[in-house]
């Protein structure tokens, strides 16, 4: 099954500065590419995403790009805020109609990145 | 907006006993998922459903079963609890197989 790895685990930036984090798929069936934010007491929520067929996404502060040779995808927030203070997850998906089924390859998460915000 | 609300916030429960979580969605989507999600291990896949009475095994779905039988209820069950299900449990909808889930708040479930 699909296996992601991400990068850093935890991730202090100064107010103001830029935060990289950094995923790795296993799959190269992979095609779906989400990233999630996740504030204290809530569930997760959908930041950005990106599918297979496209190399870069921006929506304002936030970017994705996708390096599918390399099975690589990470995130990019510039002019950091405090409000940007969360735990960010990735994710990679196949397409249902590969879906073998008995076992993992639904939407697959990294394991988090704490992003903290120094002000 | 789409709305996942979870029968419980917390939920404290002993070792035996059988629980039931439950998940509804109001945006008539087609896909339901549970996940659980335990600190340094992100979040792991229990089960999902595709359809209605449709379910597919995820990544860790021992010890654990799930009901669908309408569209907007997907329940989880744990059919005896032990103490290593101690966990934070979150459902998510979405209405086509690769596109955006929401989640719901989670349920915190604490086995003694």
């Known amino acids: 099954g699909e296996n992601v790895e991400q990068h850093p685990s935890t991730l202090s930036v100064q107010e103001g500065d830029s935060a990289v984090i950094k995923c790795t798929y296993s799959?190269?069936?992979?095609?779906?590419f989400p990233w999630y934010k996740q504030e204290l007491g809530k569930g997760p929520q959908l930041i950005i995403d990106?599918?297979?067929?496209?190399g870069e996404k921006k929506d304002q502060r936030i970017a994705v790009t996708l390096n599918k040779t390399a099975k690589h995808f990470s995130l990019h927030i510039t002019e950091t805020q405090p409000e940007d203070s969360a735990v960010y997850f990735c994710?990679?998906?196949?397409?249902?109609?590969?879906?073998?089924?008995?076992?993992?390859?639904?939407?697959?998460f990294g394991k988090g990145t704490h992003l903290i915000i120094q002000p | 907006d789409v709305k996942v609300t979870q029968s419980s916030r917390y939920l404290v429960k002993r070792t035996g006993e059988k629980v039931f979580l439950e998940c509804v969605q109001d945006m008539d989507h087609e896909n339901m998922f549970w996940y659980r999600q335990d600190p340094g291990l992100g979040l792991r896949l229990i089960y999902f459903?595709?359809?209605?009475?449709?379910?597919e095994k995820g990544d860790i779905p021992e010890g654990y079963s799930v009901s669908r039988e309408k569209k907007e209820r997907f329940s989880l069950i744990l059919e005896s609890a032990s103490t290593n299900q101690t966990s934070m449990y979150l459902c998510?909808?979405?209405?086509?197989?690769?596109?955006?889930?929401?989640f719901g708040p989670g349920t915190r479930l604490t086995v003694l």
């Open positions: 994710a990679a998906s196949i397409p249902l109609i590969m879906y073998s089924g008995g076992g993992a390859d639904g939407l697959t």
């Open positions: 459903s595709y359809d209605v009475k449709m379910k």
């Open positions: 799959d190269s069936a992979s095609n779906y």
């Open positions: 998510a909808s979405s209405l086509v197989w690769y596109n955006e889930q929401f």
């Open positions: 990106i599918r297979s067929n496209v």
